[in-house]
Antibody, heavy 120, light 107 residues
Framework: EVKLLESGGGLVQPGGSLRLSCETS????????MTWVRQAPGKGLEWVAV????????YHAASLRRRFTISRDKSKNTVSLQMNGLRAEDTAVYYC?????????????WGQGTLVTVSS | DIQMTQSPSSLSAYVGDRVTITCRAT??????LSWYQQKAGKAPKLLIY???SLQSGVPSRFSGSGSGTDFTLTISSLQPEDSTTYYC?????????FGAGTKVEIK
């Protein structure tokens, strides 16, 4: 069974940093691209970043590229999202999702999400 | 960036009705189009991938069609549990983008 479990969310002050983690199990980690998607309260889905199965390719939403960085650790079957310079508009539930294969595939498994609240 | 326009933004229909949601891309995306269902407080769930392929475990009343720039999600016979929000997503080019969502309600 494919499992994705996000952690690392919480309350952070504007300008602060957080590192989200997504622990995976139940599949061959290196064979799948992994994606972060976020959803602000009451809003729609926003794609954040994707990293290829090998980790050799990564893409970030242009508006977040200078502050957010996606990475993966094959020894721990974990994908992470480092978020710096957080702003109130970054407040959202952050979901980790597995692509069906490459970065250009649908997202077939999702975690339950972790809430990030940016507020003073 | 490729923009995805979903319509309608909301709809109301009777149980048993045929429901259609459309998604239009600002440029051709081939068949790199997926549909997701999201219930309140839950993670999205993949329904359709590659424009028309039904994800395993998804009821057959859901179907997808289209290619290029115009796509549709059809629910052949609306059920009470289908009352929720649906999103399309293109995976043709970065950044991958979602539509704004369609909220489906039961009359």
């Amino acid at each position: 069974e494919v499992k994705l479990l996000e952690s690392g969310g919480g309350l952070v002050q504007p300008g602060g940093s957080l590192r989200l983690s997504c622990e995976t199990s139940g599949f061959t980690f290196s064979s799948y691209a992994m994606t972060w998607v976020r959803q602000a309260p009451g809003k729609g889905l926003e794609w954040v970043a994707v990293i290829s199965g090998s980790g050799g390719s990564r893409y970030h939403a242009a508006s977040l590229r200078r502050r957010f960085t996606i990475s993966r650790d094959k020894s721990k079957n974990t994908v992470s999202l480092q978020m710096n310079g957080l702003r109130a508009e970054d407040t959202a539930v952050y979901y980790c999702a597995r692509s069906r294969g490459s970065e250009h595939e649908a997202l077939d498994s999702w975690g339950q999400g972790t809430l990030v609240t940016v507020s003073s | 960036d490729i923009q995805m326009t979903q319509s309608p933004s909301s709809l109301s229909a009777y149980v048993g009705d045929r429901v259609t949601i459309t998604c239009r891309a600002t440029e051709s995306i081939g068949s790199h189009l997926s549909w997701y269902q999201q219930k309140a407080g839950k993670a999205p769930k993949l329904l359709i991938y590659a424009a028309s392929s039904l994800q395993s475990g998804v009821p057959s009343r859901f179907s997808g069609s289209g290619s290029g720039t115009d796509f549709t999600l059809t629910i052949s016979s609306l059920q009470p549990e289908d009352s929720t929000t649906y999103y399309c997503q293109q995976s043709f080019s970065m950044p991958l983008t979602f539509g704004a969502g369609t909220k489906v309600e039961i009359k």
